[in-house]
């Protein structure tokens, strides 16, 4: 084994956590169309789509652990001699089992699409309450009024957000892209970073702060297909 091969195996495993996320915001967004509906009938089906997302938020955590764990054991490999390759499995496995064993699935409840997803079922469930098929335009008037609460533009960018996350510490909002991108940056020069909304007092922003926010991004595509009809 070569550690370029172990690079490229770790590549792979980035890609398919990325893809583990996609299909996360899937289900949410099933989940909220199902719950807007007020169809009792559909609740086992939300219940076993929030046990898949914590199945999809376990095995999120499982791939971020042994990501660390292979990037650690490989880096004291490279301060050794060749022959310490030929243990490299054996370690990881080693660091990796006792690492796992040592998690609750408690934690997996603070995962920040866990939460993205129990969030969007209450703000669906309220959203259900107060409109009916026969009240469209009321809808209308709701997206108008969020657009103006929240800016659907993204601070750091200063365009329409795509994956609207929301700062939980401060309640802005931000594109995650950009505001990932932007901490990443900040973190490599060694400073925090600062909340990008002017006279935002958080000088911290961190990406466990950052909640998904799908009933936002489903009203920022809501207004993109009026706008496109208008």
Known sequence: MSLSAVHGTLSSLKTFQADIGTGMDIV?????????TQNEAMNPAIAEMEAMILECAKLDREINYFV?????????VTTQQPEAMF??????KEQFTGRIARLSDAELHNHQKVVAFKDSMKNSGNQANKESEENIEELDEDIAVTQ?????????TQVEMVNPVKNKKCNHYYDEG??????????????KCRCPVVGCGNSDVKEADLVPDQMLR?????????????
Do not use: W, Y
Request: positive net charge; proline residues 2%.
């Open 28 to 36: 949410t967004d099933v989940a909220m169309d199902l719950a807007e």
């Open 218 to 230: 489903r009203k920022i595509q809501s207004q993109k297909r009026k706008s496109s009809r208008t």
């Open 148 to 156: 103006s609460q929240v800016n659907f533009t993204c601070p750091v």
């Open 178 to 191: 950009a505001i990932v991108g932007l901490i990443k940056t900040k973190h490599s020069q060694k400073k």
């Open 68 to 76: 660390d764990v292979v990037q650690q054991v490989t880096a004291e």
């Open 87 to 92: 243990s490299l499995s054996a370690k990881v």
